[in-house]
């Protein structure tokens, strides 16, 4: 009985993770094609707030996790390492990069005086580095999803992570190259 009920809960700060990637993500997609400064304030806000979520859902991973470990699978496990490890440089992205970015875009949004975002607000919105950050770290957990269900030996591990990692790369690429501001003096449009 206490088995499961410790796995409830290391599932339930899955689920919790995947619901902070999922606003991260539509929060992201939204500064991204934010036409007018104060929905950039409004978006860059929500994704500053949803990430709160990480540190708990990590927190609500990790301990029944480690009671999972301890008790019934022990750590000579490889696709239980490879996620911990995958699982712990997810929970330093984002305080780390995501939010210091996160953050610098919403102070340049309230500090605005025009209704449509100058060209260093849409450069904050469309920082290469913060954009990598977020791709890796969600594919990442989705690759930690993969080896929770797969249970791959440590070479099957290690390249399930080496691909949610180029994954997170071509998708922060591709997402950017979606959308291209279309700049002149006065206004900021995205085609």
Known sequence: MLYNVVLFLHILGAVIMFMAISILALSMLSLLHAKETKDVKRWSGLAVKTDALFPLSTLIIIVPALYLVFSTWGWGIAWINVSLAALLGTSFLGPIINLRRLKGILAAAEAETDS??????????????LWNSVSIMSMLVFGILFLMAVKLPLVGSLITMAIALVAGLVLARFMLAKT?????ADTVSFR
């Open 180 to 184: 291209k501001p279309d700049t002149s």
């Open 116 to 129: 449509v975002p100058s060209s260093d607000l849409v450069r904050k919105v469309r920082d290469p580095v």
